[in-house]
């Protein structure tokens, strides 16, 4: 079993930048792929980034390429979510998931409660 626990959110104004941060505890040895998704008042969640356990796989939604970074430490159990150049488009709540590393929110077993992000225009 995975815990997680979103830290980070705000209100910033367009252009800006905020960084999310992810804590998981675990129970488990086997290796998880942690993703973010996000979920606009209204609207589906839909995949943002996703990260694999090394880190070496890296993938990310069109609408956030060149502007979201996703990083992970797991000497720190923790996955962070770069976010530069923020759109009022990005406005949603975040969420971090663990699982297989795929872009469908199905493929996770475990999410954390979300941190709001908000930009202003």
């Known amino acids: 079993q995975v815990q997680l626990v979103e830290s980070g959110g705000g209100l910033v104004q367009a252009g800006g930048s905020l960084r999310l941060s992810c804590a998981a505890s675990?129970?488990?040895?086997?290796?998880?792929?942690l993703g973010w998704f996000r979920q606009a008042p209204g609207k589906e969640r839909e995949f943002v980034a996703v990260?694999?356990?090394?880190?070496?796989?890296?993938y990310y939604a069109d609408s956030v390429k060149g502007r979201f970074t996703i990083s992970r430490d797991n000497a720190k159990n923790t996955v962070y979510l770069q976010m530069n150049t923020l759109k009022p488009e990005d406005t949603a709540v975040y969420y971090c998931a663990a699982g297989s590393g795929a872009t469908t929110a199905r493929s996770y077993d475990y999410w954390g409660r979300g941190t709001q992000v908000t930009v202003s225009s």
């Open positions: 990260i694999s356990w090394s880190g070496a796989r890296l």
């Open positions: 675990s129970r488990t040895s086997s290796p998880y792929a």
